[in-house]
């Protein structure tokens, strides 16, 4: 079960759909059993989302200490980023974490949507950047 956030103030719903700029992008990257892990970086709070989503033949590979704090930094949401935290914290493993994580970054998307009135939106969120 998911941690209820508050809905967010327009400001940080945009800030939430935006991508970052070059040089606050999260390191991050997909696991895979042959591969090793294929590096990559996180621009957004859509993109996470994306890393996260359940796949059977990878595991997204974060810090989750990192992704809290970039969350907190970056995006400016320290609701967030809180509820980041105790999810990593009570998780019994990795995956489980990444388990935990994923509806809590869903649920925060859905409201920045809701707030700036994209309900039903997709990727809208990749297009925007913040200077």
């Known amino acids: 079960m ?9 400001e940080l719903a945009g800030r ?5 700029r070059y040089a606050d992008r ?12 294929m590096r990559g970086t996180v621009r957004s709070l859509p993109e996470l989302h994306l890393y996260l989503s359940p796949d ?3 595991l997204p590979a974060v810090s989750f ?8 930094r970056v995006v400016e949401d320290p ?17 489980d974490t990444c388990i935990a994580i994923y ?9 920045a949507r809701s ?7 997709g990727a809208e969120g990749l297009t925007g950047s913040r200077s």
């Open 16 to 20: 939430i759909l935006s991508t970052c």
């Open 79 to 95: 609701q967030l980023a809180a509820a980041t935290r105790a999810a990593a914290s009570t998780a019994g493993s990795y995956v």
């Open 115 to 121: 707030v700036l009135g994209q309900v039903g939106a």
């Open 26 to 37: 999260l390191p991050a990257g997909r696991f895979t059993a042959r591969v090793g892990i």
């Open 56 to 58: 059977e033949r990878s």
């Open 65 to 72: 200490e990192r992704l809290a704090d970039w969350i907190e």
């Open 103 to 111: 509806p809590l970054v869903e649920q925060r998307l859905a409201q």
């Open 2 to 10: 998911s941690a209820a956030l508050p809905p967010p103030t327009a």
